[in-house]
């Protein structure tokens, strides 16, 4: 059995379509839905009003870094459509929509004040929010290091940057977002930008990457204190992404490894934020992880910051066996992760998006129940930070986007979720707040470009024309139906 890559427009028996009003009607009351981008994604404006460059910027001028050697200069240029973006936002009747800033728009070199052509940016797109009633959740950090801070987050001073960029974008907007998140995903950065090389800044230095990871979480506690002493009004937390991992067999050597991945990715980015310390590795890998084993308890209370809500980015969950992959980077090279003695299998019993996520939602509620299992009383209120589904999409002769397979996605994903937290689920107990659907607009897919989309408004990138897809209609029906 191969696993089955869908397009968004595969025919699809499951006719969530029709059946838009239920879903609506059974979501709990006061169970908010938003939808999410981020800045370096979707603004592009790459040079307007001073922004400067970030580590992403820098990597798309690499040869061979960028499936279909693009670069977000302009992408969907919400930084001129922000007014028509937010207009889309309150056609669709979402409560809240959850943004990212730019760290080098508004403090170019990463340091210092902040520049005001950013400011009066993020100021229209948060009164536009108010103005139609929609609840702002704010990302200090999706990813667009500012290229001046050199060393990136190998450096620890770029903690310490953060932490003082936290509290002057505090002062500046505390007053008007309602949920700050310190870092997206920190784990993909680590990961994929220091570790493997396939993101930015395309470092592949394995182990030798662990100090970013300590580096992000220190720059997350620095930010939790920053925005605390700004005196924000808003609810502060982080969003990671989380998979459940598994062995792809039973030889001890897949379980070890399996454990080993499910550290590296999931908890050391979640323990020491939610209970003060690093987990222990697998007995056989401590070498490799002295550098988090070792470090400064005054660190760990740095970053073990009381949190109002933990954020879960879901894409669904790994499977991971012993031996060595054939991993890939974007222009077809093996990548750093061939070195590695262990590989990720993809789950064959699921068909996958475009983007190669396996489609498996109960996993969703299975991830929500491992966090409440691993942390209890340390996991505070929930939310989907991010959920949603890449497709290339298909534009009829008509000009419309019909994506049923990304309805399918959306429906079941929020019905997992919804269900696995209701009396009697397999997460009860956890106290979910919302699911942001990841995106509002197609945009820069990193190392993807624009290969995949995720919108839930196609943006045809030459005109910036915005179409809303049928997923969006869908929605809109979800939606007006509570
Ligand atoms: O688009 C990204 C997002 O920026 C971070 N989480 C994963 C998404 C899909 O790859």
New binding site residues.
Partial sequence: MSTKKLNSNTPTARAWQHRAGELGSGLPDGFIVGTST?GF?VEGGARDGGRHESAWDAFTTQPGRILDGSNASVSANHFHRQAEDVTLLRELGVDAYRFSFAWPRLQPDGRGGLSQSGFAFYDRLLDGLLRAGISPMATLF??DTPLELRGGWLNRDTAQRFGDYAHAVGEAFGDRIDDWVTL??PA?VTLGGYALGTQAPGERMLFGALPVAHHLLLAHGLAVQGLRAADVRGRIGIAN?HSLVQPAGDREADAVFSELVDVLHNRIFADPVLLGRYPQPPEQFTTELRALIEVDDADLRTIHQPLDFYGL?Y?GPSRVAAGRGASTTADGQPSAAAHLPFHLEPLREYPATG?GHSIAPEYLGLSLAQLRDRYGDALPPVWIT?GGA?FPDTVDERGAVHDPVRIDYLAEHLTAAVDAVRPGGIAEGVRLRGYMI??LLDGF??EAGYTQR?GLVHVDFPTQNRTPKSSYRWLQRVLSAR
């Fill in positions: 981020s994604q999706h990813w997206n995903e993909t992404v980015n894409r983007s991010e890449g990841r995106s897919e990193w995720y």
